[in-house]
């Protein structure tokens, strides 16, 4: 199927994406530092707390298989606003909330945009740039913003909350949504499929939102009610039933499927979506217990918390800056490899010593930079292996699938370790006193999160190495000219 595509500056698609995608990264932390001044300003419940985070987080897992579909099918320019304006709107909405439930909702509107503006970033990039010299910048400026973005809303989030409001860590995105959508009315080309538009797969679309959307709210609900509880297993078996009936639809239904299953015969981009649910997973949990950690047991102020996050940003920047280049030499499996066992070994290091009141330079520094310059080596590898060999017309697929296992991986590891830590700290309180037994809490979650990383670094042995890597990349090339000369032999 071929792509129309008007000129469009390069310059401005890169931009365009990349601000998009550094947004949507962003708001899954920015909040963090921010919710004890939401608590007291709304009056929200321990648990409305929680949903603050849980309800975007919810809502963009759910509806980014959907969001990526559609912008192959619809046009990725198309669907890139629509996710933007929806995003920039709900930001807007949030900020002016007057209680809970209003912040709630606007949060898990918020996250339906980030659901259809997340997978339209990479697939715009990866039909725009079809030079694999040019992509695999494009990827690594991609790439860069994401690793950075979680870390950097901690930042942002804690600066805004001290100098101005925490109103203000929804009100940011509102001029650069604004800027961004001008710059993709400006100069953003249309990528859409020519000849009659392929209808969309509504079954296949209801069930795979359905079912993730029920899966996650069952996983992140174990916050409050135990795993072996009715609750709980009524709900992640309703889950489990909705993808079920998702698969049978793809496979056996559908004339059009939402996700073709063939996709998954790429050995490549399955294994590094199940890698990115453990690099998901740690992401979620590190900044979550550490924003806590410093918080609550450390009792800094919330730009003091944000400003200890910085190293981690800096160090997810340059180890993603390094990745661009270094992915060239390694290749994708090696790299996977190398990044995941970096950013292991620097939370095992803080699970082993974390402790109320030590030295943030003494005890903490080192293995964050570790653990942000492992996620940033990670992040090029994973997109590269991800949308290597995938038609231009599955290429939303793809990203959305990568954005979704992120996303899922960040909810099933953040509801496990907040599990596991809750369990903790509630047998340590009496005989340690509760810093020490809140600090034991997220020491296991600490470890846990590192565990699930090895456990990424061993999945990614089973990808093809860097010479299958670029033998596979020479005979997809010289495809197209074999076929030219059978084609010119026929003519003669």
Not at 15 to 25: E, G, K, L, R
Not at 48 to 64: H, I, K, R, S
Request: proline share 4%.
């Amino acid at each position: 199927m071929s792509l129309k595509l008007r000129s469009a500056p390069p310059w401005a698609v890169l931009v365009a994406c990349c601000t998009a995608q550094f947004m949507v990264i962003l708001d899954v932390t920015i909040v963090n530092v921010a919710l004890p001044q939401m608590r007291d300003a709304l009056g929200l419940s321990t648990n409305g707390l929680q949903w603050v985070v849980n309800a975007y987080t919810l809502t963009f897992a759910g509806f980014l298989m959907l969001g990526g579909r559609a912008a192959d099918l619809w046009g990725r320019r198309r669907i890139f606003l629509i996710g933007l304006v929806l995003f920039t709107v709900c930001s807007l909405i949030g900020g002016l909330a007057q209680n809970g439930a209003w912040l709630i909702t606007a949060r898990a509107a918020q996250g339906i945009g980030g659901a259809i503006l997340a997978p339209a970033t990479l697939s715009l990039l990866t039909s725009r740039f079809t030079d694999p010299h040019e992509r695999r910048r494009a990827l690594g400026a991609w790439s860069i913003t994401s690793a950075s973005g979680a870390a950097v809303g901690v930042l942002v989030g804690g600066i805004l909350t001290d100098l101005l409001d925490w109103r203000w860590v929804l009100f940011v995105n509102v001029p650069i949504g604004a800027a961004v959508v001008a710059l993709a009315l400006l100069a953003m080309a249309e990528s859409r499929p020519d000849g009659a538009k392929p209808r969309l797969d509504v079954l296949g679309a209801l069930t795979v939102t359905s079912g993730l959307a029920v899966l996650v709210y069952g996983i992140v609900g174990t916050t409050s009610h135990p795993w072996g509880s009715a609750q709980t297993l009524i709900t992640l078996a309703v889950g489990a039933a909705l993808l079920t009936v998702f698969a049978i639809t793809e496979t056996r239904i559908a004339a059009n499927p939402l996700v073709p299953f063939s996709v998954f015969k790429r050995r490549s981009l399955t294994v590094v979506n199940a890698v990115t649910l453990s690099i998901g997973a740690a992401n979620f949990g590190t900044y979550y217990f550490l924003s806590l950690y410093l918080q609550q047991v450390q009792k800094y102020s919330p730009l003091q918390a944000g400003l200890d996050f910085l190293p981690v940003g800096l160090s997810a920047f340059t180890g993603a800056l390094i990745g661009t280049r270094l992915v060239v030499r390694l290749g994708v499996r090696n790299q996977l490899i190398l990044g995941t066992a970096v950013a292991a070994s620097g939370l095992i290091w803080i699970a082993a010593t974390v402790a109320p009141g030590q030295s943030y330079l003494g005890n903490l520094l080192i293995p964050l930079i570790l653990f942000g310059g492992g996620i940033g080596l990670s992040f090029t590898p994973m997109a590269m292996g991800a949308t290597q060999g995938v038609p231009p017309d599955q290429a939303g697929l793809a990203s959305g699938l990568i954005n979704a296992t992120r996303q899922v991986g960040g909810a099933i590891g953040l509801a496990a370790m907040a599990t596991a830590a809750s369990s903790v700290t509630s047998r340590h309180t009496a005989s340690a006193g509760i810093p020490r037994a809140l600090t034991d809490g997220y020491a296991l979650a600490f470890l846990i999160a590192g565990l699930g990383l090895v456990a990424g670094m061993l999945l990614a042995f089973a990808l093809p190495s860097a010479s299958g890597q670029k033998h596979g990349t020479e005979r997809a090339q010289a495809a197209p000219d074999t076929r030219k000369a059978v084609s010119a032999r026929a003519r003669r």
